[in-house]
């Protein structure tokens, strides 16, 4: 039995799309293939990473666990949808400044993260932000630069 | 126009290409698009050891669509060109190891590529297989070569035999490292396009583009002109980029060419994890004479590390952890009898420390096994051995440098709070039942640069390039893979040149554009190429001051008008330089004695961790890193290499454990091997000392495998001074530490 | 990705009439599907052996938490986030609370659900056995109607559920008879955060004068599912908190639990941190914990 593909109408970063895809397509691959935004990345494909994420109606999720016919009509955030044209956002300018990315590969997952747990929580504890950047693994940084980005950041 | 003046080394400059980090924007291979490119995967051996009786290509698939390679299709060598070149690039006749490569399918459809993988059945004849280094060197199989041996060292000073009848003291141990996954966040992945008239060109994450390009040679039987590696932006490697790349580029390169598509080949999670390198298990056997006073009479050493099916990097690995087996301390009688093995696990490879983090846990366990028996701390033991200025170094390295380990350990000490904390703890533990804690340390040295004659063997070339504006391109084929490379060598060069630090730019890793400056490994890059950008960059300055277009004394105007009248005159301007080794440095191969490296980084870790006795799981609370590293170029990024490598080391000692079972991973996903998530580390307090190599760019040294090498016996130190239970195992897990309570 | 996506199908009903007509028509043929965190791992692997499902994420019928004298009641898709923030929860129920915030991260929290929690029936599910021991109902609906189950009776082998297969699980309704207990829960994982459990307790308890006249224990992940601890409760109800008493617990409680070697841990490791685990709540609220050793 082969499924047809369907179309999803959402938003991704302020624009609205129409997207075909089977059902069960991962969001990560649809916004990724279909719709070339490549900056969340497959870092491991079941949730344990987060690599992949992004905001959906303003909520942290792994894209690689969402499928796509559960995204009709939502509100999506990439981390290419973050800045403001040419201007940072304090939590990317942040990162820069401490040294919160080096390879590169969890840094748009992580600063989606941080941005997610600042709008929950603006000021939060190094406890906080270890805890809201616990999905979020990083191989590089022992995460100690993340955590002085993420405290630098809420103080702007 | 003043002269620029400003310092650039020693500064925390943002790094080069972070804008593009935390935008996004960055493009890493699985992002790269090529118009009708198809997709590709691999057929795996499913079991350990067997002779492949037949290969069928089963179900209702359209196997016309799909391009199909097998062993019989490779027009070169089928081998990974490395050092033994013994490992194929495909599987025939025999599999040594699960998961080894056998077939290869490309389709344009992704999702049916994955019904046809699952349509391909190996049937295999099964074979004994060894999966432990004692059945390997029992010989209850042969497997490789003779005898399961791939390499054997003796590093022998003084000798040992002489010293057993007159010591105090003889203490013996026997310690055990576990497998460990690099991890990197990126999986592997390579893009190839490939054909009769272009030759062959793969894109990708990778480590070391010259040694994709050898082993590229060797596969189709190409001139060099004929392949091209280019290095895509790479999302960590850790030494697990350092030569698997070499395998998956082969298969995406003999699938473009045969389908005549551009092919991109790309490891989900559970194959990479299943199927590519990881850190070589070990087992080391110490047996040390002291005296009462503690002095280390002689030190033998048995070092015996799993290498696999295959020879690949073993014999370099084992090397390394040979070399650094008998540790920063002065000893008259050393012996260190080393063997690299052949299991029928998969290849076991490159991973930051390369052979080094295991000699040292055994050492720095044994050390404090040592000093327990004579009857001193464990540091008093250390301070009478230390290796001073003028002292020799298992190898009969004399130590020309300043070298104040003494004063490291007293230092690392006091930021720890150490003795305080030791007194606290032991009143703490007297009346908590169920939460002890300890602290511990060790103390170690990394040497940078590849080991003895092997930096003299890579030759390794730098160029740099200026424009006609005056900006600068250096050409290395070292790659940026998070540690900081293109930031450390633009400031190195804008350095030298006395140029803004924005001013310089590094040319893509691409094998026909950049000269071969080695592999990016063996915290090398830093300190060895590092000093050849300097000296390239001093000799562009050079042709400019020869040809009378500057002064020794110039602002950037100057220099940008001098480039811009010599590049209209001369058509380019670029200067190359060669790797020449420092003056009185000699190493001998056939008796492993000599310079092992360099230039070596010292260090003392001290971890503070509480044990659960309801749990037995072990956390660490503190813990400081104290290391000498000649000149810091980029303090944050540096800081971040040693915070980072602190956490891997950490996961090595308490968390990363590789289920096998009969030489398959069975926890290969993220879930089921655990690294550290951002809420199991402690604090990680880095500091430097700094005492500048001169043979180093501004005096830097290297740091990058340095902090795997401490963390691991330090917390094992710190477990027994918790509980009082000596534990010589490490991944140490609850699951371990409760049996051994309970034994 | 290894799953053959052409395969896969994902129907999205308008509301829960629909969803369950779906289920009615074509008994065994549509399985429901939450939000996504365990089975698109499956799919993820190519080990999704089941193709075609019913969205429940976005059915309006399955939301939202209400609160009466006597109880509390979840709709299936209150997700581990929304059970975490909720004050009342915070309260009342904050083994739940708790366990939710162990389960996954903050992204698995936001799409993870409480009914698809129950439904994926994992003995290693964190929050299960905090459901058990504060004894929750919870209700089935088909398109023949609706009836209330036992929490305690649902999961009867390994991902085994008393529930038919026209039916979805609606609601879960926690009786609001907690304010007299003593609550303590748990979690032993392969690290601090993002951790699959190793073992897990939760445990109510009703102590006076170290005399123990109420209990309700459950365990995670050392039995083929989420597992209430009766004979273990039955040993220590009216008992003295004491070494004896602890050391019969630990008796009972080996001989109830039947845990499993697996790539996570040993059955050793479980039985024997299990009996730490309850030893260390009795003590908590008794006499001084004595390690096993």
Known sequence: MTIEKITIDCTVNHTAHSIRAYPMARLLDVLREGLRLTGMKEGCGEGECGACSVLLNGELVNSCLVPVAQVSGANITTIEGIAAGDQLHAVQQSFLTHGGAQCGICTPGMVLAAISLLERNPNPTEADVRTGLAGNLCRCTGYMKIFAAVVEACQK | MSTNQTQIVGQSIQRKEGRDKVTGAMRYVDDLLFPEMWFGATVRSPIARGRIRSIEFTGNLPWHEFTIVTAKDISGQNCTALILDDQPCLADKFVNHAEEPVVLLAHPDKY????ARRAVKIDIEPLPALFTMDDALNQTEIIWGDDNVFKTFLVEKGNVDDVWASADFIVEGEYETGAQEQLYIEPNGMIAMANADDGVTVWGSLQCPYYVHKALLKLFGLPPDKVRVIQAATGGGFGGKEEYPSMIAGHAALLAWKAGKPVKLIYDRAEDMAATTKRHPSRTRHRTAVNKDGKLLAMDIEFVID?????????????????????????????????????????????????????????????????????????????????????TTATGQVIREKLDLDGLLTRALELSDYHAKKERFAEHNATNATQKKGIGFATFLHGAGFTGSGERFLESVVGIEATATGNVCILVASTEIGQGTNTILSQIAAEALRLDYEMIELAQPDTANVPNSGPTVASRTCMIVGKLVESAALGLKQTLVQSGLLTDDYSLDEWRQACAIYIAEHGALKSFSKYEAPPNIFWNDETYQGDAYGAYAWAVYVAEVTVNLVTYETRVDDFVALQEVGKVINPVLAAGQIEGG?????????????????????????????????????PIRVFFEENPYTYGPSGAKGIGELPMDGPAPAILNAIESAIGVRVNCIPLLPETLMKVMNA | MRAYLPAYDLQTPANLAEALRLLADAPGVWKPFAGGTDLMVLLEAGKLAHKQFISLWHLPELRGISITDDSITLGAMTTYSQVQ????????????????????????????????????????????????????ELELVSARGARWVSYQSFHTGYKQMAMRSDELIKAIRLPRTTNQWIQHSRKVGTRKAQAISKVCIAALAKIENNTIHDIRLAFGSVAPGPLRCVQTEAVLKSRAIDDATIKDARSALAAELTPIDDIRSTAEYRLRVAGNLLAEFLAGNGIDFHSDR
């Open chain 2, 112 to 115: 049916l590529l994955e019904e």
């Open chain 2, 307 to 391: 290498g696999g099916a295959y020879a690949t990097l073993s014999s370099v690995v084992l090397s390394r952890g040979t070399i650094h087996a008998a540790g920063p301390y002065a000893c008259d009688n050393v012996r260190v009898r080393s063997k690299a093995v052949a299991t029928n696990h998969p290849p076991h490879g490159a991973f930051r420390g390369f052979g080094a983090p295991q000699s040292i846990f055994a050492l720095e366990r044994h050390l404090n096994k040592v000093a327990a028996t004579v009857g001193l701390r464990p540091e008093e033991l250390r301070r009478r051995n230390f290796l001073h200025e003028g002292q």
């Open chain 2, 646 to 682: 602190v956490a891997q080391a950490i996961g090595y000692a308490l968390y990363e454990n590789v289920v096998w079972d009969n030489g398959t991973m069975r926890n290969n996903q993220m879930t089921n091997y655990i690294m550290p998530t951002s809420e199991d580390l402690p």
């Open chain 3, 85 to 136: 923030t909720h004050p009342i929860l915070q309260r009342e129920f904050p083994l739940l609370c708790q366990a939710a915030s162990w389960t996954g991260s903050v992204a698995i929290q936001n799409r993870g659900t409480i009914g698809g929690n129950i439904a994926n029936a994992s003995p290693a599910a964190d929050s299960l056995p905090a459901l058990l021991v504060y004894e929750a």
